[in-house]
């Protein structure tokens, strides 16, 4: 377990931004952030917290053992290319093709919208103490939250709808499926979004740019690297990047305090998250 610490790499820098971002209010602010283990704790019962794709891999009762073989046998194959030195250009390629295996694989498994009802309600996520106070401090001030996953958004969207938490403010970024009219899944939409290419998806595609464009005071929160390529493109003014450190097999502290301005290590809870808020905007 790494030890709990707040790593501010630069105060001056850091205090700078604060001060800005105060001075023009919430109005000129949003949040753009990673979920899994982001938004949700890494590290439960002495393991890693488990993903919002991996809850469908964690019992073969949901989508059947030919399922259940298989999907582990990707993650067996891809995880420790995910993980290791591998050139980026060959790890985005490697990721592309395991999202989209598994993604047609849920599909070939009989993926439906009630089975994601199911599976969200007897496997609950751990979301960070102080997450749900930030997330429900943003919609009450109308500041918009812009989550960006490699996860499946339909799940993601379902688990924020079991936590009261699906607010008007809150935009999606995400893997999401086409149903049909029986609430089977038939096909994932493009692009696919996976660990490393979040630099690839910018957010003026979306609609919600119509929302923050003008929202040039950003906060960004990720767990890893390649979290930090979600602001790619857009013509922000002032930049807060949060990292949770909660891993050393997503990269170095090093590295982490060269991508990001304040890096939490330990997996923290959202103390320090919604200190920051109070600063900036007061309770």
Known sequence: MVEQEVVIVNEMDLGRKVREMGRDGPNDFHVLSDFDRTITYALSNGGKTPSVISQLRSDPKYLGQAYFDEAHKLHAHYYPIEVGNLPMSEKMKEMHDW?????????????????????TKEKPLHFRNGSLE??????????????????PGDILIE????????????????NMYEFDEEGRAIRIKEPIIHTFNKTEVTLDSHPIYKLIE??????????????VGMVEGFPYKNLI???????????S????????DVVLTGDQDFSYVNKLMREMFGK
């Open 99 to 119: 999202w989209r295996k598994h993604f047609e694989l849920l599909i070939r498994s009989g993926l439906s919208r009630q089975l994601i009802s199911q599976v």
């Open 134 to 151: 930030f997330i429900k401090l943003l919609n009450q001030r109308n500041i918009p939250l812009v989550i960006m996953s490699a996860a």
């Open 159 to 174: 688990y924020l709808k079991q936590n009261d938490l699906l607010f008007p403010n809150i935009e999606i970024v995400s």
């Open 214 to 227: 003008k929202r040039r005071n950003v906060l960004l929160m990720g767990d890893s690297l390649g979290d």
């Open 241 to 251: 990047k949060i990292g949770f450190f909660n891993d050393p097999d997503e990269g």
């Open 253 to 260: 502290l090093d590295q982490f305090k060269k991508d990001y």
